[in-house]
């Protein structure tokens, strides 16, 4: 699975690079702000955004997701350390991960939100990943991730 990372932090966007390759995941990023990965976006066409609510500067992680769904039906989800609930993004996103993350868990959450996207009903779901139940969740998989 290609992942798009979306995350301003300095320490942490490496950090979760690393973590998810060593996974197997194939990582685009991280990318610090919202206008280049959208255009990065267009270019890879990613399986999945993992985008931080609290970007530096300009648009911010919840009007990120909104557009790569609305403009290339690229997926979300949504990291915070903040008390944010993404009430706004749960037509467009597919969840929420609290950060600080543990690596097990983060791969296991970008796991449960594979199962999902490949039509299948999730075998678990991390305690820190809260998944929502808009149109993302509830549809079959895009052409480009069904096997």
Same mark, same amino acid.
């Given at each position: @699975?290609?992942?798009?990372?979306?995350?301003?932090?300095?320490?942490?966007?490496?950090?979760?690079?690393?973590?998810?390759?060593?996974?197997?995941?194939?990582?685009?990023?991280?990318?610090?702000?919202?206008?280049?990965?959208?255009?990065?976006?267009?270019?890879?066409?990613?399986?999945?955004?993992?985008?931080?609510?609290?970007?530096?500067?300009?648009?911010?992680?919840?009007?990120?997701?909104?557009?790569?769904?609305?403009?290339? @039906? &690229?997926?979300?989800?949504?990291?915070?350390?903040?008390?944010?609930? !993404?009430?706004?993004?749960? !037509?467009?996103?597919?969840?929420?991960?609290?950060?600080?993350? @543990?690596?097990?868990?983060?791969?296991?959450?970008?796991?449960?939100?594979?199962?999902?996207?490949?039509?299948?009903?999730?075998?678990?779901?991390?305690? !820190?990943?809260?998944?929502?139940?808009?149109? &993302?969740?509830? @549809?079959?998989?895009?052409?480009?991730?069904?096997?």
């Amino acid at each position: @699975m290609k992942l798009l990372l979306v995350e301003d932090d300095p320490l942490v966007g490496p950090a979760v690079k690393t973590v998810l390759e060593q996974a197997g995941y194939t990582i685009v990023g991280p990318l610090r702000d919202a206008v280049k990965a959208a255009r990065v976006a267009a270019r890879e066409a990613p399986d999945l955004a993992l985008v931080d609510v609290n970007l530096a500067g300009g648009e911010n992680g919840v009007a990120l997701a909104r557009r790569l769904w609305d403009e290339r @039906m &690229i997926p979300t989800l949504l990291m915070t350390g903040f008390d944010h609930h !993404a009430e706004e993004a749960r !037509a467009f996103a597919v969840g929420l991960l609290r950060k600080p993350v @543990m690596p097990d868990t983060l791969i296991d959450a970008i796991g449960t939100v594979g199962e999902i996207l490949s039509g299948l009903r999730p075998s678990s779901v991390p305690a !820190a990943l809260e998944l929502f139940s808009g149109p &993302i969740t509830a @549809m079959t998989a895009p052409p480009r991730l069904r096997a």
